[in-house]
């Protein structure tokens, strides 16, 4: 389920907004005009296949590198005019850790308590809380290095929060972990955001996206290729249908001849409406039924998945194999059997 945060709508202030980002590293164009506006308190997530160019956005959001033309404001400042006011609201966690290992994990929390000039007792009590929230209480006098990639991230992200930032830029989160500690990592980044955190997420993984994120933007050659909600983006290449289903072949037979556009599968004793999926579409389905007096016994939405989409919109084939899901088909595909929803 994505954490969802209904009602904010356009009303609340933009944690992240950009206005035509461009970056090209030589002649090599990697950000060709990006425009994003994150509200404030929830997930969005940056999805693109390797070599897409998330983690350069996410480098000149966090004024690592700055940006060849365009604007970009993050908490309300400036990257480029006030990279500091960036700098103090927000927490990276990059695609490649900043833990060191040759010190224990409470060492390397000290460290970065030092950093954020906290006290040696404040230091002390954020390191406590967060080895304690972050399971790592046990692990946390042993050296980072004998850490799993699951305690790494972890370990990474208590590192990240010790400055306590509102907004959290993460890199590829959970590329390389196993299922176990993904899930994992998923549940932490819902509770960051239960506590009020901005997550700017990047991903290669569609199902990452669609578990975590309010809002995704597809970034492909250069340009966001697409941005909406899960749903919104699903219900951008065709293939939904809903679906109706009796348990009477006399009932059937009526709501057949009645639904004349409908595709017809005889044997299931079911029906195929084309339709987006939207509120729209299934109320004047329903009221439909309802006026033609058919009552379906089961009625199904079904609705293209993420996967279909990116390859709609990217036509690429490029994206990794998903952990737990076979390889994807080399070809741009339109969706050959949506997964079915059953709402
Ligand atoms: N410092 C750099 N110098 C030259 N090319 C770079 C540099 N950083 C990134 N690139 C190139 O920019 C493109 C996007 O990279 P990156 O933002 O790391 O993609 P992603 O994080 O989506 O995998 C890639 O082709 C990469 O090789
Ligand atoms: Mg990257």
């Known amino acids: 389920m994505p954490t969802s945060r209904p009602g904010g709508g356009h009303q609340s202030p933009a944690a992240v907004s950009t206005v035509g980002l461009r970056k090209s590293f030589g002649d090599k164009t990697v950000l060709d005009g990006i425009d994003l506006r994150i509200p404030a308190g929830s997930v969005f997530a940056l999805l693109g296949p390797n070599g897409a160019g998330k983690t350069t956005a996410v480098k000149i959001l966090s004024t690592l590198i700055s940006a060849d033309g365009g604007q970009a404001q993050v ?14 609201a927000i927490g990276v966690t990059g695609q490649f850790s900043a833990v060191d ?21 404040e230091g002390r009590q954020v390191t406590a809380e967060l080895l304690e929230r972050f399971d790592l209480v046990e692990a946390a006098k042993k050296p980072a290095s ?11 992200i208590a590192m990240t929060l010790v400055g306590n930032p509102r ?21 932490i980044i819902r509770e960051l955001v239960t506590g009020g955190v901005t997550v700017f997420l990047t991903t290669q993984y569609l199902e990452e996206a669609d578990e975590l994120a309010d809002r995704i933007a597809v970034l492909n050659d250069g340009k966001i290729a697409a941005e909406g909600t899960a749903e919104e983006l699903k219900r951008l290449i065709p293939g939904g249908h809903v679906r109706l289903r009796f348990d009477d072949p006399d009932t059937y037979q009526t709501a057949a001849l009645a ?10 004793l079911s029906l195929q409406i084309p339709s987006d999926g939207s509120q729209r579409e299934l109320r004047s389905i329903l009221d439909w039924l309802d006026a033609a007096g058919i009552e379906a016994d089961e009625l199904t939405v079904h609705t293209p998945d993420l ?37």
């Open 75 to 88: 908490a309300g400042h400036d990257v480029t005019t006030s990279p500091d006011g960036v700098r103090a």
């Open 101 to 121: 290992g040759l010190i224990t994990g409470e060492e390397n929390m000290l460290l970065m308590a030092d950093l954020h000039h906290l006290s040696k007792q």
């Open 146 to 156: 004998t850490y799993s990639g699951g305690m790494k991230r972890r370990l990474d």
């Open 167 to 187: 907004i959290i830029f993460l890199d590829e989160p959970t590329t390389g972990l196993d299922p176990r500690s993904r899930h994992n990592m998923w549940q």
């Open 259 to 268: 639904l004349h556009e409908a595709s017809r599968d005889d044997e299931a």
């Open 307 to 343: 996967d279909d989409v990116f390859f709609a919109l990217t036509g690429s084939a490029k994206v990794p194999a998903q952990p737990g899901r076979p390889a994807q088909p080399t070809q741009p595909v339109q969706p050959a059997q949506p997964k079915e929803d059953v709402r």
